[in-house]
């Protein structure tokens, strides 16, 4: 079985129910939840169904063959590994679970009386073939396959954020960015002119707060022959050199008040004088202007003019902290991995799971500039096939730890004991089934742990 994947159309879930009808209330179910679903019923039929389209999750209900189980998945893992399958039998075993889950199964559980039960699991399952196709997106995005940088995150935030973005970018309106150091600013400014009417022409940034008022006049306006001493030649500022494209004034918040008043003039006149001249040159520049501070609390204070924020404030664009959006750093870490693994020629696989526990706990003041740098320094200093905590500075050694799977959710966090079933299993796991060293590891009694398996239905 080859599909031809260049052609293949990808769909939600395919329900294979080979075992009685057991499944046969799950298609409407989840129809019912918005997803495409494909339903089938004989081995023929599956395969069938799998040569000719991609699915993002498999949910399988099959008689009791381990083989059978075995094929299905080594077929559908070596095909499309993204594809997250379900595996749903009337007796779950421990061993059977382990086993699957070894062979990169997402779950194993046993057959509820109810079908419905299994959605949470198929969303989590979804959501987690997404985030393996934008992975693989991102790959294509670092061999230069796709020509416009990708502004990463799936969180319900920046998915947000992404739509104001496409629907303010053709408006040609002022647009003030608001958000934290690091948080992607000045990406999202390339990202409204890119997608803007304007995007054949330039994109500059200008760093409002580097520079006094007289200096920021000139880089902003220009200046003509002898207007001050040194000033030799006659010099065109930003907003001609961006005639008719997209000029950012990054940390607008810091802009010297003298320098307000001359703005405002601009963007109401549509016309720059430069340093020491008379003439008024037209411009037509599209402004951006981005700022880390709460600019309504600055027009407050006095410290910025009430009339450029309502200039400026045509549409404003929210950036959320890193902390904020902790679900999206799993996949900027896979995308930061790879792009300095790539770069530095290292052949790094990933990170292991407490790098990511102790990332996903870190505040990130710095945001995602932070969390880049942070990422190239353990690549850099990682001598094996997988980043560990020790290739992160000394602060993250003894940090608290967020287990990768608590935050599994776009909304939040997962029920306690949807966290202690995976964690249980992940130790099984990873001890090959041996039930006493994993309660040892886990801190309880052999008893303690049966009753816990019991209960997840996952009994030995
Ligand atoms: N959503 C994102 N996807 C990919 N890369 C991102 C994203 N957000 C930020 N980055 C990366 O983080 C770094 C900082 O981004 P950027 O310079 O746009 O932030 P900023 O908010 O303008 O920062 P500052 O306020 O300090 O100027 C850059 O290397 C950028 O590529």
Redesign the pocket.
């Known amino acids: 079985m080859q599909p031809n994947k260049d052609n293949a159309a990808r769909s939600d879930v395919l329900v294979v129910d080979k075992d009685k009808d057991s499944l046969a209330g799950l298609p409407a179910v989840l129809r019912e939840a918005g997803l495409q679903v494909t339903h089938v019923k004989s081995h023929d039929e599956t395969r069938a169904t799998l040569s000719q389209m991609d699915f993002s999750v498999v949910v399988a209900a099959l008689e009791e063959h381990h083989a059978q189980k075995q094929t299905l998945l080594k077929v559908i893992k070596s095909n499309t590994p993204e594809t997250e399958v379900v595996l749903v039998s009337r007796s779950a075993t421990v061993d059977a679970a382990v086993r699957a889950m070894q062979m990169g199964a997402f779950h194993y559980l046993p057959l509820p009386e109810n079908p419905a039960d299994l959605v949470i699991v198929i969303q989590k399952a979804l959501e987690k073939s997404l985030l393996q196709q934008e992975l693989l997106e991102l790959r294509h995005v670092l061999r230069g396959q796709q020509a416009m940088p990708?502004?990463?995150?799936k969180s319900t935030k920046?998915q947000a954020l992404k739509r104001e973005i496409a629907r303010v970018a053709p408006l040609d309106c002022t647009v003030l960015i608001q958000?934290e150091?690091?948080?992607?600013?000045?990406?999202?400014a390339k990202m409204l002119h890119r997608l803007s009417l304007r995007s054949g022409k330039r994109f500059l940034a200008v760093n409002a707060g580097a520079f006094n008022a007289e200096l920021l006049a000139n880089e902003l306006f220009g200046h003509e022959q002898g207007a001050y001493t040194g000033a030799q030649r006659t010099k065109a500022g930003v907003f001609e050199a961006t005639h008719q494209g997209t000029l950012l004034l990054?940390e607008i918040g810091e802009m010297p008040l003298g320098m307000q008043v001359q703005l405002l003039r601009v963007l109401q006149e549509r016309t720059v004088v430069r340093v020491g001249g008379t003439e008024e040159i037209p411009v037509d520049v599209r402004l951006l202007a981005?700022t880390?501070r709460d600019i309504e609390r600055e027009v407050e204070r006095g410290r910025f003019r009430q009339d450029l924020f309502y200039r400026l404030n045509v549409f404003t664009l929210h950036?959320p902290a890193l902390r904020e959006r902790v679900d999206d750093i799993p996949l900027f870490c896979h995308?930061f991995l790879e792009k300095f693994a790539t770069s530095f020629k290292k052949d790094i696989t990933g990170m292991e799971d407490e790098v990511l526990g102790a990332l996903m706990a870190h505040p990130f003041p710095g945001?995602?500039?932070e969390l880049?740098n942070l990422i190239e320094r353990a690549v850099v200093l990682c001598d094996g096939p997988t980043i560990q905590l020790r290739h992160l500075p000394q602060e993250f050694h003894n940090a608290p730890v967020m287990s990768p799977h608590a935050a599994q959710t776009d909304e939040g966090l997962l029920p306690l004991a949807e966290v202690e079933r995976r964690h249980i299993l992940a130790v099984l796991t990873s001890v090959q089934d041996n039930k006493g060293q994993a309660a040892r590891i886990l801190g309880i009694d052999r008893a303690t742990l049966w009753r816990k398996l019991q209960r997840y239905g996952l009994e030995a």
Do not use: F, Q, S, W
């Open positions: 990708m502004l990463i995150g920046m958000g150091t690091g948080t992607g600013k000045e990406m999202v990054d981005a880390h950036l995308y945001n995602v500039r880049e």
